[in-house]
């Protein structure tokens, strides 16, 4: 029997200031929604750049021979353009948990689907643990993200 798919919900903002504020946790009044929603859910975001910066702080401490996406990752996070992106964009932890179930991870996609049609979200994707349905880990030299 294959193993049961975990999900995973992530959301772009395009405005820095709300960004940021998601970021700090800051109680914005713009933000009530939004984080009514993800206390309902017991969901955290997460900068995808704090989770990036992580992963390389870690890496170097550790030892990077043991993370391959070390060189793309630094890379990633060293460029204005890449930083301005990933700092608008944010990976949701349900329960302390990086991936959960479908049921999960549908009902928080509904959820916030009106604040995608209000403007407040650029986007809302989910991902699941099928390597075969996400992104494969650059080739050394390329420029992806």
């Known amino acids: 029997m294959a193993p049961q798919l975990q999900y995973q919900v992530r959301f772009d903002v395009n405005d820095s200031v ?3 504020s998601i970021r700090r946790n800051v109680q914005e009044p713009a ?3 939004l984080l009514d929603i993800l206390a309902r859910h017991r969901a955290v975001p997460k900068s995808q750049f704090d989770a990036f910066s ?3 702080a870690v890496a170097e401490e550790r030892g ?14 060293q460029n204005p353009t890449k930083k301005e992106k990933y700092l608008k964009s944010f990976t949701l932890y349900v329960e302390d948990q990086e ?5 999960i991870a549908d009902s ?3 959820d916030l689907q009106p604040l995608a049609t209000s403007g407040l979200i650029t986007r809302i994707s989910k991902y699941d643990t099928n390597p075969e349905n996400n992104p494969q880990p650059p ?3 390329t420029d992806q993200g």
């Not at 990077?64 to 996070?77: H, M, Q, R, S, V």
């Not at 991936?99 to 049921?103: H, Q």
């Open 54 to 56: 992580e992963y390389v």
């Open 139 to 141: 080739q050394r030299g």
């Open 18 to 20: 709300i960004a940021e």
């Open 31 to 33: 933000l009530t929604r």
């Open 108 to 110: 928080l996609e509904s």
């Open 64 to 77: 990077i021979e043991g993370y391959p996406l070390y060189e793309w990752t630094k890379a990633t996070i």
């Open 99 to 103: 991936v959960y179930a479908k049921e």
